[in-house]
């Protein structure tokens, strides 16, 4: 049974854009009129990395990488209009990262048209048209593991008889819609569109088909839209660069002065705190053709931040009470930073983050978190923790994501050295194990808050699998015997025994 076809019907698209199709310019171009926008195309790798945070401030919902980047933003005004294109080359990976997902968005879309190099040495994009078998695993497994309707844009294939052949298989595989851009993966927007080949696969389709391609031939005004459906047999259509240069190309009444889209697209980009890059980026392509004629553009290429781009359209002081009224709601409100998390990850484990900091005055000599988890692993014959630090370039602090089998342990702060975030990241696991940490000092106020969410979100601890069975067995065993040692070890004071612990774990 195919899910919502009617969502792909008689609509007016913003296509996938990267860098282009972040939330102010799908907000805008819903507010001119689309019926329907992609996000930019994000990698299925990139969302399984990243946390989701609910941005209390925006009332947004991030999901931000662990150097701070924000790779998806949304909001829930545009939900039932949005639809997420995934990059993709594995179907298990896809229906995890699309299940993040898929409470925020009303479709989920796969990109199987980027001819970029990136995309086809992933064997993304367009590399998936020449492997059938792996298109319809790919989307078969979308389509029966999610909610919401999924569909794909592809281009078309050199050969008609293959490009009808591929089609049919994508209809069989339960999709939603289909969209198609008119030209091959060798073709550059200078190569006509195939408005001709889209009309001869919509009428082959039971599933409605979204024709693409037009911006540069067509479709100059909003009347010309109606034109590129009609030319291509298709209800439906996806405009890229016509957006991109001025998103009003939605507004039935016709498109408004560039100077003015721009001025209020900064606007948008102020308000949902939009990065300077990004909006920068966002800007220079809609002055593309007339960076010349307006100072605007000029002034927009040296811009290094957003409160520059402000400043050169006119929207300083509404940069500044933007902001301050930003700060004040973050300060209010208790960010997600500061909250216990736990998610699954890329490797079929849990990552686990508690906003955890280690203190070194708690601790006596060599006793520490990471000390404390190595013999613990030690004992139970487990591999070795690995600590994976991450180190940040601009200000050379870092952040650490200590390994156990699967499952991660991490913290969301960066600390001034690598040996503060790796026992950060072993004081997390700590927590969650139950594992007596060897701290001298009473547990802080912040861990005890740790502890309480840890508790509160009910986490069934079996479920973390180790190499040689479940923690539960684990910690049975931990609780039994080890917290003796642990206590036996801290009376003794940093006894030669834990001393030759640190030096083979410092080895290590
Ligand atoms: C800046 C830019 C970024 C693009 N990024 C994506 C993308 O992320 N995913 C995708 O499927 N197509 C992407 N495309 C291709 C467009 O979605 C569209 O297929 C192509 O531009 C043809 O449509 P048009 O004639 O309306 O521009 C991008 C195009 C442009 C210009």
């Not at 968005?105 to 199987?112: F, K, Q, T």
Request: net charge negative; charged share 30%.
């Amino acid at each position: 049974m195919v899910k919502n076809s009617e969502l792909y019907e008689n609509k007016t698209i913003l296509a996938p854009m990267v860098r282009v199709g972040t939330l102010p310019m799908r907000l805008l171009a819903v507010k001119y009129g689309a019926d329907l926008v992609y996000c930019e195309e994000i990698i299925d790798f990139k969302i399984l990395k990243s946390k989701r945070v609910e941005n209390d401030a925006l009332g947004t919902t991030d999901f931000v990488l662990s150097d701070g980047t924000i790779i998806f933003r949304t909001h829930p005004q545009e939900k039932d209009k949005l639809i997420f294109q995934i990059g993709t080359a594995d179907a298990k990976r896809a229906l995890k990262a699309a299940q993040r997902i898929e409470d925020l968005v009303s479709g989920v879309d796969v990109n199987m048209g980027c001819p970029k190099e990136f995309s086809i040495k992933g064997g993304m994009g367009a590399a998936l048209l020449s492997q059938p078998e792996k298109i319809k695993e790919i989307l078969t497994t979308l389509v029966n593991g999610l909610s919401v309707p999924v569909t794909c844009k592809i281009r078309i294939l050199p050969e008609l008889e293959d490009t009808l052949k591929l089609v049919k298989l994508i209809e069989s595989t339960g999709v939603s819609a289909l969209g198609v851009h008119g030209r091959t993966k060798e073709e550059r927007p200078r190569h006509s569109n195939r408005n001709n080949i889209i009309q001869t696969i919509a009428e082959l389709l039971s599933i409605p088909v979204i024709a693409n391609g037009g911006s540069k031939e067509v479709i100059k005004v909003y009347e010309d839209i109606a034109v590129f459906k009609q030319a291509t047999g298709c209800s439906s259509a996806m405009i890229a660069r016509a957006a991109e240069w001025n998103p009003t190309i939605f507004r039935a009444e016709g498109k408004l002065p560039l100077l003015d889209v721009v001025k209020e697209y900064v606007k948008v980009a102020i308000e949902w705190d939009n990065n300077w890059v990004n909006t920068k980026y966002c800007v220079l392509q809609m002055m593309h053709d007339n960076m010349l004629d307006y100072p605007e553009g000029e002034l927009t290429q040296a811009a290094m931040s957003m409160e520059d781009i402000s400043e050169i359209w006119g929207l300083k002081d509404y940069y500044l009470q933007v902001r301050q009224k930003l700060s004040k709601i973050s300060e209010g409100a208790e960010s997600q930073g500061d909250r216990v998390s736990i998610e699954t990850n890329e490797n079929g484990g849990y990552r686990i983050c508690m906003p955890l900091r280690f203190e070194k005055k708690d601790f006596s000599c060599k006793i520490s978190p990471k000390l404390k988890l190595f013999e613990w692993t030690r004992s139970k014959e487990l591999p070795k923790p690995t600590y994976n630090t991450t180190e940040k370039s601009e200000d050379r602090t870092f952040n650490c994501v200590l390994q156990l089998h699967t499952n991660e342990f991490t913290t969301p702060y960066w600390e001034k050295s690598k040996q503060l975030a790796e026992q950060a990241s072993a004081a997390v696991a700590t927590t969650v194990l139950d594992i007596v940490d060897g701290r001298v000092e009473e547990p802080s106020e912040q861990l005890e808050k740790c502890r309480v969410q840890w508790m509160q979100l009910k986490f069934e601890k079996n479920k973390l699998q180790f190499d040689s069975g479940n923690v539960e067995n684990c910690v049975k065993g931990e609780n039994s015997e080890n917290s003796q040692v642990t206590k036996r070890k801290c009376d003794n004071d940093c006894d030669e025994n834990s001393k030759k612990l640190c030096q083979v774990q410092d080895e290590s």
